[in-house]
């Protein structure tokens, strides 16, 4: 049983939410999030309290009765909060820079690489520090993947591009012969 699902989410004050016709609408200070309802989950608004409920006893009714909980908690963080993901280039003449509204790669390649940001995310750039931060939490993990999966980090060095704090696993390289 979801334990997400079963519990009843109090609507934070200075947040509208509105369900029409299967569409979840939450309005907040910094957006507004639109995620449609499907299957058999039922969601109830009422006295600033959401619940979600499963309509029958399905394994795939059960499945997205705590996935559409998780997705509403996400989008009310995103609406007041936001999501951020820093990135981190590390690599001898490996550098980012914005150029409008894209990040402009030199990671090693004999061409830039050119990653236009996604509607609804912002992006900042400074000494090898990539800010990725936006409202929906799908579409700037999304964009912060796809930029890290320009140039992976590899394991001798560590050179390439990885989350901040990610811990990446070093092999130990060729050893001399005497």
Known sequence: MSRLGKQPVQIPSGIEVSLTDGVLSVKGPKGTLVRKITGDVKVTIENNIVTFEKMKDTKESRALWGTYAAHFHNMIKGVTEGFTKILEVEGVGYKAEMQGNKIKLSVGF?????????????AVVEKGVITITGIDKEVVGQFAADVRKTKKPEPYKGKGIHYKGEYIIRKQGK????
Request: proline share 12%; glycine share 12%; no cysteine.
């Open 175 to 178: 050893k001399g012969v005497a």
């Open 110 to 122: 004999s061409h830039p690489v050119e990653l236009a940001l996604p509607e609804g995310v912002q």
